[in-house]
């Protein structure tokens, strides 16, 4: 069997009977659950409704608004496919193959077309695709993107292989004994799928509880503004319908849905033009919040290559002695493990001696060794090597360790070398140090960081000393910080590490979890970068998560981001644009909530007093497009790189509530003079169309004015000419009407009240906020959420 492999006709029957490996889909959404999630939402609904009743009495130019409404969907379902379509190539591309004994023939095929009981070569570098049994052969492997556990696990005839895990060194033949959704790492998929969707971002939370209240609100007003028009001022259905479509359109901040979209994913574009992948355009703004970053060693602050830094000879060993000896040590082994390849790589100077005996790397014993004619040599561990002698050589270890080197001792050995425990004297001759090169780019990212004010927390399974030299040199503040994270047993004692130390070493993948949930414990806003399927819960539970690509397919599916490159250094460019759209979001978004402010107001006042509401739906789609949505949309794109102050419900109000005040005084005086000087209704919601547009301009001034630059100036400029243009060409496209002297006269006076009036509500709004409002739990979400994690 271990030689022939099964036959064709086995294999045919294996796979009739289900007995392939076709891996289980790491957890993503089919493309028809992407389209539904998007389309069938509440907002949704509400404008389906608010659309059918306009057009059952054919008041046509009143649904201008549903256009927005089309491409806010449109937008949020291309993101999410084009996502899912990069990680599925991705996953093609990694897609890994096998080397399979087929009718005693070897061949390489799809790690897919697999089957259970086949016969399996497994050399140093392949990936493990199903659950096997070893039948000949040794090999050492490594388990970390499974269990965490860096170190190397020596496997022999009969001892079981979990796939997922990587073949370090040697070669063995194995026959697959569990496949498909039966494997290990399938079981793992399978786990990381069952759990719960992470919580919304904070723009987008807000927003939904603003539709949320707004939804429950539009009812019953919608409802008394039509009663109210058809029953007791005896208008017909189109007047009834007009006036309190108008009011509900108001209430709902159907634009800035639309504007946030838009701007994830323009910012999405060109994130993914630096092979930035979002899975979700909303994890964006979640990292832009992050106030926390933890991170790994080895791939952030390291390449995952590994070079000899240098040796240095003991006992007064000559140096080129050591080198001729590890040149033909090096020629004698097989680049099998990182290791290995790159001593190989350093001593590259053989001899013509030839080995008779080769020992690769025993990650039991911790050395590997050569036999020569003459001389024997090992290669390992220094304090496994030497056992009670370490303490002989120990000093000049940590002295090399304190440095973020890795140490290797070379010593001569009296006896055969054979892979098992040494049992004769052993003689050091050097030690050499390794190391992974610290990226050249990552003190600059680190600083970029601290800059920020994101605080870095260094978790790795590696000594904490070497950790935190490495560290050190990425410039990450604190470094000197570290403790070993075996020591901390209880959730009170990593709670309270987390606040004293930056470099945790020696940290296991449940360890990851708890650290995450006591940063969050404590009121932070945690990110967290992994590769590896035991990093795929902590990553679940961190507030944003992000991915290398070139790590395991179930964290890359896990993660909000995936670095395409697997570079560290993209992070800051995320960051930057996430700062970006969440300030121009605050800025530009308080925008619509004037609209929101008013309508409501407005429109609650017109049911207590028994007043016509004073506009009609195309009047307010003009006021949206001019004053809000387009100089909304164009402040979310000018650059912002200010740090986050705030909540973003609290940020928004506090912007839109002036100019909401000062439009329902206006229009509130207006419609009383209108009665008093028997103006027309028509006129009366012309004249409030132009105060409205009034204020807007006067918003968007206010809004862009920190700093006026040409852009924000040719915006302002184009808002005000798009709104004459629409006065006084195609008034009839927003049911304008020409209007009389008196309205004229109360119009202009109005217009220039406005200015002082903007100014002081406004005024009036900071100090109450400040005074009162600021601290209220209604705004501060997160005071909420805190005490919900803490509970």
Known sequence: MENTGLTREQVRKARLAGQANIAVKPPSKSIKKIIASNTFTYFNFVFLIIAILLISVQSWRDITFLPIIIANTLIGIVQEIRAKLTLDRLNILNAPSASVIREGKESKISAEWLVLNDVVVFRAGNQIPADAKILSGEVSVNEALLTGEADEIKKKTGDNLMSGSFIVSGECRAQLTAVGADSYISKLTLQAKKIKTKEQSEIIRSLNRIVTIAGIAIIPIGGFLFVQRYFFEQAGAQAAVQSAVAAVIGMIPEGLFLLSSVALAISSMKLAQKKVLLHDMKSIETLARVDVLCVDKTGTITDNSMLVADYFPLDKTAREKVFEVMSDFASAQKADNATMTAIKAY????SDRKAQTVSGFSSEFKYSGVSFKDENYVLGAPEFLLGDDYKKISSECEKHSRKGYRVLLVAKYDGKVNGKKLSKEVTPLALITLMNPVRENAPETFKYFADQGVEIKVISGDNPLTVSEVAKKAKIVNADKY????????????????????????????????????????????????????????????????????GSDAAAQAAQLVLLESDFARMPDVVTEGRRVVNNLERSGS????????????????????????????????????????????????????????RFVSNILQRSIPGGLTDFILVGALVILGQIFNLPIQEVGTCATILLAAVSMQMIYRVAKKPLDWYKRAIIILCISGTAFCFFVIPWLFSLTAISIPAIIIVSVLVLLSVPLLHYVGLFIDWLWEKFIKKSPLLNPSKSVNLAKKS
Do not use: W
């Open 591 to 646: 925008l619509f909530l004037v609209k929101n402010v008013f309508s409501v107001l407005t429109a609650v006042i017109s049911i207590i007093f028994a007043l016509s509401y004073p506009l009609v739906p195309s009047q307010v789609s003009l006021v949206s497009l001019f004053g809000i949505g387009i100089p909304a949309f164009l402040l979310s794109q000018a650059p912002n790189h200010d740090l986050i102050r705030g």
């Open 483 to 550: 403790i070993d994270a075996t020591k901390l047993t209880t959730d009170e004692e990593i709670a309270e590490a987390m606040k004293k130390y930056t470099v945790f070493g020696r940290v296991t993948p449940e360890q990851k979890r708890k650290f995450v949930k006591a940063l969050q414990h404590n009121g932070h806003i945690v990110a967290m970068t992994g590769d590896g399927v035991n990093d795929v819960l902590a990553l679940r539970d961190a507030d944003c998560s992000v991915a290398m690509a070139s």
């Open 347 to 350: 001593f590259d100077k053989p």
